[in-house]
C-alpha cells in the first residue's frame, strides 16, 4: 500500500514539474500573448510615428507616393500649434466635431470620403452616386441626394474605425483661384455675390480705389485676407477634414488623380467612375499666371500664412514660383 502511494506521490510531483517547466518556458510564454488588436480609437495619436512600418491600404501595400503623404500629414501636425487647443479636448467632444464633417459613404464597401470643394467633389458625389446604383444620367449632380455621414458621435465613431477613409487635396493657390473664377467670373452664383460681393468690391485693389463694379481677383484677395470668409470653396483641409484628429487610410492629390483613382481601384476592389476633368483642371492652371501675377508678393504672403497649415501638412512647396510672378 505504501509502495503504491509513493509511486503515485513521485508521478504527481514529476508531472507538476513538467507544467511549471512547460509554463515559464519562451515558447509557451509568446503563444500565450493577447493578439494585437485595431486601435480602439480613430484619434490620430501624435506620440505614435508609422516610422518604417509597411502600411497597408485593403489587399495592398501604399505605394511610396502615398505612404510619403500619410507620414507627411502626421509629422506636420506634430508641430501645428492650433492642434494644441483640439488636444486638450476629451475624445467625446473630439468625436463629436469629426461627425459634423462632410463624409461621402458607401456601406457596402465601407468607405468614407471627406467631401472638400474645388477638389474634383462634384465628380466625387457621381463617382458614389454610380457605386451605390442611384446615379441619373439625365438629373443634375446636386440634385441628387447622395450617402452622406448623417449620424450621431458614437455611431461616426463605431463607421471610422471599420472604414476605409480617403481625402484628397489640391494646392491652395489653385483651389482658391478656381472658386473665384467658377462663382464670380464664369458662372457668377447670385447667392454668392449677394453674400460676398459687396465686400469684395468696397476692398482696395492695388490702385487703391473701392467701389464701384469691380469684382477683379486683386480686390477679392484683399477682401479675403482682411475679412478672412468661412466657405466651403475654399476653408482650409485642416479645418474641413482634419487630417490631425481623423486617421486617414488614404491622401490622393488632384493632380495625380487618375493615378490615385487606379490605386484605389484595385486595392479596395472597387471600380469608381471618375468623370474626366483634365480640361477644366488644367484650365484654371494655365490660368494662374493670368490671375497671380496681378497679386502684390505681400498679398501672396498672406494667402500663404492663411495656409500655412495645408502647405505644410500636404507637402506643397513653399510659393516660390507665385513670388516670382508677383508684383513688388
Not at 471627406?114 to 443634375?140: D, P
Request: charged share 20%; net charge positive.
Amino acid at each position: 500500500m505504501n509502495i503504491r502511494w509513493l509511486f503515485m506521490a513521485t508521478v504527481f510531483i514529476v508531472a507538476v514539474t513538467i507544467i511549471l517547466h512547460l509554463v515559464e518556458s519562451p515558447t509557451y510564454k509568446c503563444s500565450m500573448q493577447t493578439p494585437p488588436r485595431r486601435s480602439e480609437t480613430v484619434i490620430v495619436d501624435l506620440n505614435h510615428s508609422s516610422g518604417n512600418q509597411t502600411l497597408v491600404l485593403g489587399a495592398l501595400p501604399l505605394l511610396e507616393p502615398h505612404r510619403h503623404r500619410i507620414l507627411t500629414v502626421t509629422e506636420g501636425c506634430r508641430t501645428i500649434k492650433e492642434h494644441d487647443t483640439l488636444s486638450k479636448m476629451n475624445e467625446t467632444a473630439l468625436i463629436q466635431h469629426l461627425s459634423t464633417m462632410n463624409f461621402l459613404l458607401n456601406r457596402k464597401h465601407k468607405i468614407m470620403f471627406c467631401l472638400s470643394a474645388k477638389t474634383g467633389s462634384s465628380n466625387w458625389r457621381r463617382a458614389f452616386l454610380i457605386l451605390a446604383g442611384t446615379w441619373k444620367e439625365n438629373v443634375g449632380i446636386h440634385t441628387q441626394p447622395v450617402p452622406m455621414f448623417r449620424y450621431s458621435p458614437p455611431k461616426f465613431q463605431k463607421m471610422a474605425l471599420t472604414y476605409t477613409k480617403i481625402m484628397f487635396v489640391r494646392h491652395p493657390f489653385e483651389r482658391l483661384l478656381s472658386a473665384y473664377l467658377n462663382k464670380i467670373i464664369e458662372k457668377p452664383d447670385v447667392s454668392f455675390l449677394e453674400r460676398y460681393g459687396e465686400g469684395i468690391r468696397n476692398s482696395p485693389d492695388r490702385n487703391r480705389s473701392v467701389g464701384g463694379n469691380d469684382l477683379s481677383f486683386d480686390k477679392f484677395v484683399n477682401y479675403f485676407l482682411t475679412a478672412r470668409p468661412e466657405n466651403i470653396h475654399w476653408n482650409s483641409y485642416y479645418k474641413s477634414c482634419d487630417p490631425c484628429l481623423l486617421k486617414y487610410d488614404f491622401i490622393g492629390k488632384l493632380d495625380t488623380i487618375y493615378a490615385d483613382i487606379d490605386y484605389l481601384s484595385n486595392a479596395l476592389n472597387v471600380t469608381f467612375d471618375y468623370a474626366n476633368t483634365a480640361q477644366h483642371a488644367t484650365q484654371s492652371s494655365s490660368r494662374i499666371r493670368d490671375y497671380y501675377s496681378l497679386l502684390t508678393k505681400q498679398q501672396i504672403l498672406g494667402l500663404y500664412s492663411m495656409y500655412y497649415n495645408d502647405f505644410k501638412l500636404f507637402g506643397f512647396p513653399y510659393p516660390d514660383l507665385y513670388l516670382s510672378m508677383a508684383l513688388d
